[in-house]
């Protein structure tokens, strides 16, 4: 029962280059969400997908892009990372009712330097 | 565009005290509450949720809240708190979007 898988889990990128985080889930959810967690800040919500095809903004989306490339998997790309852009990431995914919570994944600590 | 706010940003108690973590939200129809529990290093795990009906609700670990509509506050309780809880906890609402938005968390110090 893996849940929610983040990959990588570590990783150092050079200010200017890409990457993608990548995430699934085997619950058959329809949604999925990628937040940031920065000290102080709390979650904020980058982008999410209410439903496979689907995607919406969330509270900080600049600098990012992301791809729901089918009901499990959800990607979220930096496509010219910059130090601010250095965080905890975390993919989470929910049933698709609005009373249903989120499960989340172990998340991804990505610094650019 | 719906948002949470949590006053207090750290809580220190005495082991056996009690504990009350504040959420307030903001929202135009029926919210979606919940809250979550983060230890150091961790990824969130789901305490409790409100979506409807009784307004008190129970949760893992001996947590309990509120859901106050008059007051758009939706507090955390624990009768009397233990070492293992020391952790960051967060709230957080959804609309029927599924856009989930949290806050930006309470960490609780649990003193011996």
């Known amino acids: 029962n893996a849940g929610v898988t983040q990959t990588p889990k570590f990783q150092v990128l050079k200010t200017g280059q890409s990457m993608t985080l990548q995430c699934a889930q085997d619950?058959?959810?329809?949604?999925m969400y990628w937040y940031r967690q920065d000290p102080g800040m709390g979650l904020r919500l980058i982008y999410y997908?209410?439903?496979?095809?689907?995607?919406d903004k969330g509270e900080v989306p600049n600098g990012y892009n992301v791809s729901r490339l089918n009901k499990r998997e959800f990607s979220l790309r930096l496509e010219s990372a910059a130090p601010s852009q250095t965080s905890v990431y975390f993919c989470?995914?929910?049933?698709?009712?609005?009373?249903?919570?989120?499960?989340f994944g172990q998340g991804t600590r990505l610094t650019v330097v | 565009a719906q948002s949470v706010t949590q006053p207090d940003i750290h809580i220190t108690v005495s082991e056996g005290a009690s504990l009350e973590l504040r959420c307030n939200y903001s929202?135009?129809?029926?919210?979606?509450l919940f809250w979550y529990v983060q230890s150091p290093g961790q990824g969130l795990q789901l305490l409790l949720k409100?979506?409807?009906?009784?307004?008190l609700v129970q949760g893992i670990k001996g947590f309990e809240a509120e859901f106050k509509r008059s007051q758009s506050s939706f507090n955390l309780r624990k009768p009397s708190v233990h070492w293992s809880d020391a952790a960051e906890y967060f709230c957080?609402?959804?609309?029927?979007?599924?856009?989930?938005?949290f806050g930006k968390g309470t960490k609780l110090t649990v003193n011996p």
């Open positions: 619950m058959n959810h329809n949604s």
């Open positions: 957080a609402v959804k609309g029927g979007s599924e856009k989930l938005v």
């Open positions: 997908s209410a439903s496979e095809g689907t995607t």
């Open positions: 409100y979506f409807s009906g009784d307004t």
């Open positions: 929202y135009g129809a029926t919210p979606y």
């Open positions: 989470a995914s929910s049933l698709g009712q609005s009373y249903t919570e989120a499960f």
